[in-house]
């Protein structure tokens, strides 16, 4: 008996093993881009990627604008028609393939026209600690990626005050903070439809004061210049 008993476990432990693959998030199928490939595309050529989702924001007009990426790069999904019931389906880690149109719009590279179909896989990206890039070139080959940043030094905005909201009167859109790194500044958001007034990290924005250091997390937009959505901020 004791001797079927390890035979079996065994065997659980073998299969066990085996249906518990790890995702490999830069395996492309046939046809698909790599993100290097994606990355050296010129703009308005037609794009093929597969990629995971990280976050949305709302979904709006029959169409959703996405956050992903693989294990490489990030893809920003600008406006991608799907129904409502199909928007929520696509929860964070959901494996997708999307083709569309390679766009640029004020230095943040999208995809616009997509469409797409949900493969099997699933992948939650860690953020990636970019510190040490903030003010290089290199940072913008990082955009679009679910990115950490750590000791940055809240700054006046410029009201007397650690941020400022772009509607103060019913809190209904962005709101804004500046950041000091080694002597440069730089201007983040908390984007509304991604993030908005009763989450955490707007709440935490609220209660910054100038001078205070924290950390952020968020993804790595781009509005001319670095323009991180701003996920979490800690003290």
């Not at 959901?94 to 179909?117: F, H, L, M, N």
């Amino acid at each position: 008996m004791k001797k079927l008993l390890i035979a079996l476990l065994s065997l659980t432990m073998i299969f066990g093993f085996a249906g518990c693959k790890k995702e490999d998030p830069n395996k492309k199928s046939e046809g698909v881009m790599t993100y290097a490939e994606f990355a050296a595309a010129k703009d308005d050529t037609e794009v093929t990627v597969e990629t995971y989702v990280q976050a949305k924001q709302s979904w709006w007009d029959n169409a959703g604008t996405f956050y992903t990426q693989d294990g490489e790069g990030g893809y920003f999904l600008y406006g991608m028609p799907c129904s409502e019931e199909e928007y929520n389906k696509l929860t964070p880690g959901t494996k997708i393939r999307v083709k569309g149109q390679k766009s640029t719009w004020a230095g943040e590279v999208e995809i616009i026209d997509a469409t797409y179909e949900i493969l099997d896989g699933k992948y939650v990206a860690k953020p990636l600690d970019v510190t040490s890039l903030l003010g290089t070139d290199k940072l913008e080959e990082k955009m679009n990626l679910f990115v950490s940043m750590k000791g940055l030094t809240v700054k006046d905005y410029g009201n007397g005050k650690a941020f400022e909201y772009k509607n103060a009167e019913n809190k209904t859109d962005d709101l804004y903070v500046k950041f000091d790194k080694d002597g440069k500044e730089y201007e983040f958001c908390v984007e509304f439809y991604l993030c908005d007034n009763n989450t955490d990290v707007y709440k935490a924005v609220e209660g910054l004061k100038i001078g205070d250091v924290v950390d952020i997390e968020g993804f790595l937009y781009w509005y001319n210049v670095p323009n991180v959505h701003m996920t979490k901020v800690t003290k």
